[in-house]
């Protein structure tokens, strides 16, 4: 259960309104109080269970469920006021009564009451938010927007806590409360991650956890919906406020996945996981991310290498800002992944070096210097010297190529003198040739250039003629 959270007890009711709801009547045996049909009495009405006969709760559970349907109108503080409070004293009174393990064992938890329990819920906290048109439309920065928070808590808090018990109870079969969750109640709560208050999306996290632990038929739909949710925000390009918390979970499940993984788990990597760096606020929800890549790792280290290969598919070229997350990600890889990195070098090496060299002559210079002391690591240079007919000669033309023009940066331009200087130490020898090979390479090149550049020169002397 989320913490700090207090539910308030209400105040208590006089006896007198259940008095007041039954008749007398006489009859041979003598005076007798009729019984009350609760259904029909306003919620306003209905008395506590305390002041009720316990054969009577089951009556008056229902009641109370099917009075709390009514949703009021929170957008004015002083509509509703007097419901507000009823209902709010009613829904406190449905959980706490749960609470009575004896008599609601024999009482209320029952297929019947949980049928009822799930209707008020579906009633009540099933909606669609509007917040994402009004984002999309305004020019304000959403970093800087306060999270806009449920008017209606009071009442939605207490409907995910009667949730919270209904799911967890012991008091009734595990699954007569599976089958009351349908795909339908499973899509329509992970609907509700979206929602911008972070209170409820804490409840949301802790229900659906505890259904996917408790409930093992609901794991595979649980799983179906995340997967198609997360591919809807990933290629459809969509902002949703609950990624943090929908990873979150996915992490838990995730590290009670089997080893070795089984194909569907793969897969869910393979078009989940990887996927997700493609969306553009990835910053926010990257370290969920990077935890549940991890779980999958330890359990199966040869998606470390289609992990890399995919980053390097989906490279953020135009965005430095996240080229720097890729470039960290890529060094965890490669550090905590060695003895299967050094492997399968030829895999995905000399594209990684590559990646790795036009990164470091960006214009941006965060993301050149980055990937300037990737380079000047100790990781990629132990892969360098074990590849080294592949690999020394594409980092060293390549570094003396782009050194030919400084950065406009300084900082930038030291790192790569230095990067230099570490593998020309590496072999001097093999460093001279290729420095003698890329020097002879941009002369020619700039041979060709002044060669075009004449022969335009040339072709416009002609035209203006």
Known sequence: MPSNIQIIKPEQKQASIVLAERRSETTQGGQRKQVVDFSKVEISKLPLFKDVEPERWRALYVAKLRAC??????????????FKEQKKETMIDLIDTLDDVGNAQAY?????????????????????????ATKKSSSVDPDEDEPHLEEAWPHLQLIYELLLKFVMTTLLPTSTIAQSISNSFLK???????????????????????????????????????????????????????????????????????????????????????PLHRVKTLSTFNTQLQLCIKHFIEKDSQLSIVLIKGLLKIWPITN??????????????????????????????PKLLKRLIKTSQSMHYQAAERALVLL?????????????????????????????????????????????????????????????VAQGEEKAKAAKGREIEGKWARLEARVGK
């Not at 349907?69 to 509703?80: G, V």
């Not at 179906?224 to 838990?252: A, C, D, R």
């Not at 996240?322 to 090496?349: A, H, P």
């Open 108 to 132: 209320l938890f029952n297929e019947a009451i949980l049928k009822e329990a799930i209707k008020l819920v579906e009633a009540n906290i099933f909606r669609t938010f509007t917040n994402k």
């Open 320 to 349: 430095p800002a996240k080229e720097v997350v890729f470039l960290n990600e890529v060094e965890e890889l490669l550090e905590s992944n060695w003895t299967v990195i050094q492997g399968k070098f030829t895999d995905f090496g």
């Open 188 to 274: 329509q709560m992970l609907d509700l991650f979206d929602s911008e208050d972070p209170r409820e999306r804490d409840y949301l996290k802790t229900i659906l956890h505890r259904i996917y632990g408790k409930f093992m038929s609901l794991r595979t739909p649980i799983r179906v919906q995340v997967m198609n949710l997360l591919l809807k925000v990933t290629y459809e390009n969509e902002s949703h406020n609950g990624l943090t918390e929908m990873l979150e979970i996915l992490s838990s499940i995730i590290s009670g996945f089997a080893s070795p993984l089984k194909p569907e788990h793969q897969e869910f990597f393979k078009r989940v996981m990887l």
């Open 376 to 436: 000047n690591s100790d990781t990629i240079q132990k892969l360098v010297r074990l590849n080294k007919p592949l690999a020394y000669p594409l980092i060293v033309k390549n570094l003396i190529l782009g050194s030919q023009s400084s950065h406009w940066n300084q900082t930038v331009t030291t790192i790569t003198y230095s990067v230099m200087r570490s593998y020309m130490e590496m072999d001097p020898d093999s460093f001279e040739k290729l420095t003698t």
């Open 69 to 82: 349907h009514k949703l009021a109108d929170f957008s004015d503080a002083k509509k509703d006021t007097e």
